[in-house]
């Protein structure tokens, strides 16, 4: 991509756009797949939705036969819409509203219960018609906190809940879920061993399902890994980890459930770019800012203070001062920044680009002072939009 591709788009499509890569994306999706595959084959991905659901992507999820992981019912649409099956969609999440519950239950989509609120819309739902569900499992894998997600299988309820289950003719329990944020891959090991010693627990019930969650790296350039404190494992690391031990697990006990991994990041950060002008330049005793006409808010703000990787495109005509650079968002938030201190030459006109700003970037832009930007295709001839520039009526339209 060079200075004048970029400013051909922006005649187009204004000062800031994302660049979405959805060959990459079906490339990691497959790869990442295969690497579990090798160690269990019944091994499938429930992509989170929430990670970047725009539908251009998930669209080809449902193509490559993998499954839909939604957390609420605007998900949930989406997930329809795109042509999921009910039995290929996994609903997770903390908050599940009752009747949406109530219905999904019916509908036979695979929830996985958080809470023992949950366990008792699912007894409401167990007298209309027969239903199944699985547990989230809350234990300790060693990372020094206590997860928020799902039952403690320590804890009374999560026993109350198996109990009650037993009792009852219309519910069946299919299947068990875990998922904590954490990437490191010792930490995989952890979860391995916690969900083994479930299994164990409930003994021979028979279960259609194991889900180890999201929370997996994804590819990383060299330079950026070095700002994890943990080393950076491969689809084939996690692999090894989690289909190996669990493969080998579940041929012990002559057991074939599906395997399922719910990567979001992993899968996806890489398939995008954000692309951003620099609009001014200034110095403020001493400190060197140019503004951009993007922001923190549109490459994911919970990531605020980590340097992304970025490539700069110089504008042709200009050369400007070698600093250490501040690149502050066009918010009036006093620490968007969007880059720290980047050393090099900036001026006005120059492009930077974003990379690695697939998850969590566009799903988490507020509506804060200006709508969002377009996401554009390039990989082939012809630009292609996956999603027009916000408008006024998109953010104000429900007030009206
Ligand atoms: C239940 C569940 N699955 C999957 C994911 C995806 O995680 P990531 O994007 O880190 O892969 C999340 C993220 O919060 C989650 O809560």
């Not at 404190?229 to 689809?235: A, L, M, R």
Request: one cysteine or more.
């Amino acid at each position: 991509m060079e200075y004048d591709d970029l400013l051909k788009l922006e005649k187009e499509y204004g000062e800031s756009f994302y660049l979405s890569d959805r060959g990459l994306f079906r490339k990691n999706l497959i790869e990442m797949r295969d690497a579990f595959r090798k160690y269990y084959e019944k091994t499938n991905i429930a992509y989170s939705f929430k990670t970047n659901y725009m539908p251009a992507i998930c669209e080809i999820v449902r193509e490559e036969a993998a499954y839909a992981e939604v957390v609420s019912e605007m998900e949930y649409e989406l997930a329809k819409r795109i042509g999921f099956p009910d039995n290929e969609i996994y609903y997770n999440g903390p908050y599940k509203k009752k009747h949406f519950v109530l219905d999904m239950l019916k509908h036979g989509v695979r929830i996985n219960i958080d809470n023992w609120q949950e366990y008792e819309m699912v007894l409401e739902g167990a007298k209309v018609c027969p239903v199944q569900i699985g547990i989230r499992c809350n234990f300790d894998i060693g990372n020094g906190k206590i997860s928020r997600f799902g039952f403690d299988v320590d804890g009374k309820e999560f026993y109350q809940v198996l109990e009650g289950i037993k009792g009852q003719e219309n519910i069946s329990l299919i299947g068990l879920q875990c998922h904590f944020p954490d990437r490191d891959l010792n930490l995989y090991a952890n979860r391995v061993k916690g969900m083994k010693r479930v299994m164990d627990v409930l003994g021979d019930v028979e279960l259609g399902y194991i889900s180890f969650g999201g929370g997996y790296f994804g590819k990383l350039p060299e330079g950026f890994q070095k700002s994890f404190s943990v080393p950076v494992p491969t689809y084939v690391d996690y692999a090894k980890v989690v289909a190996g031990e669990m493969g080998e697990y579940f041929a012990q006990r002559n057991i074939q459930p599906e395997l399922l991994i719910e990567p979001g990041s992993a899968i996806v950060a890489d398939t995008m770019d954000f692309v951003s002008k620099v609009i001014a330049v200034k110095e403020v005793r001493g400190r060197a800012i140019a503004a951009l006409s993007g922001s923190c808010y549109n490459i994911n703000p919970s990531a605020k203070g980590m340097n992304r990787p970025i490539t700069v495109l110089h504008c042709p005509d200009r050369e400007g001062d070698v600093r250490d650079w501040d690149m502050a968002g066009y918010t009036c938030i006093e620490d968007d920044i969007m880059h720290h201190g980047y050393r090099g030459a900036l001026c006005v006109g120059d492009y930077v680009v974003f990379h690695n700003v697939g998850s969590y970037g566009l799903v988490f832009k507020p509506p804060f002072i200006l709508p969002n930007v377009p996401v554009l295709d390039i990989s082939k001839e012809q630009v292609e939009v996956l999603r027009r520039e916000e408008e006024f009526q998109d953010i104000f339209g429900a007030f009206f």
